[in-house]
């Protein structure tokens, strides 16, 4: 077995374990459509996950009035809630879970959901046992902010040198840069590769597969 590199390995959620992506941007364009806003396209959409939800709204429909973020906040939960039981993890996710735990890796999710949100996919996918810490965007500064990192690795004593950040947006890779971690981007979530590509990652696996095979070797 390789020495280990690094003591705590710290997952984004969406797009990076849970494959929830594409349900994401259709929520944001149904509440924007409910609202009777500009309806943001894919891609726009697309970039703001991985932040709180807040800033997100905030970034995926510019322009809109401060006052009715909360309306369409709840018009995003709503539809999101009511069709999250379609999501699942990607495939191989729980035995790469399983894998750093016999390695005793500490694990932890660091993402741009709230705290209900989190607890609700943790339940749904049966993973809450997995993970020694969560930092959800509504307990601390949101990503890119370095704060939930920070956290994480004060709470589970992890150098930032011991650390590594997995993700699927440059909001992820910008976090750990931000906090001194190293970062490793999934390239089948959310943002682009080459943009990904662009924040020094040590690695960008294109499957779960690959990022297993890749923590076996490095991490």
Not at 86 to 100: D, I, K
Not at 120 to 133: G, K, P, Y
Not at 153 to 178: F, K, S, Y
Request: glycine share 8%.
């Amino acid at each position: 077995m390789n020495r280990r590199r690094f003591d705590l390995i710290v997952f984004d959620w969406d797009g990076t374990l849970f494959d929830s992506t594409s349900l994401i941007v259709q929520c944001i364009q149904a509440a924007s459509r409910d609202l009777g806003l500009d309806v943001p396209s894919d891609g726009d959409a697309a970039y703001v996950i991985g932040l709180g939800l807040h800033d997100a709204l905030k970034h995926a429909v510019p322009g809109l009035a401060p006052e009715r973020y909360p309306d369409l906040g709840r018009r995003y939960r709503h539809h999101y809630l009511a069709r999250q039981h379609e999501l699942v993890l990607f495939p191989g996710t729980l035995e790469m879970l399983q894998t750093l735990k016999e390695r005793n890796h500490w694990l932890a999710v660091a993402t741009g959901k709230g705290r209900r949100g989190l607890d609700e996919a943790l339940s749904h996918s049966q993973l809450a046992s997995m993970f020694d810490a969560t930092r959800t965007a509504d307990e601390t500064a949101g990503k890119p902010h370095p704060m939930m990192l920070q956290q994480l690795m004060a709470e589970m004593g992890a150098a930032p040198a011991r650390t590594l950040m997995i993700g699927d947006t440059t909001h992820d890779l910008q976090l750990a840069v931000n906090a001194g971690a190293e970062r490793v981007a999934v390239s089948y979530g959310a943002h682009d590769t080459q943009a990904l590509h662009d924040h020094g990652p040590l690695f960008v696996a294109h499957s779960t597969r690959e990022l297993h095979d890749w923590l076996l070797g490095h991490a």
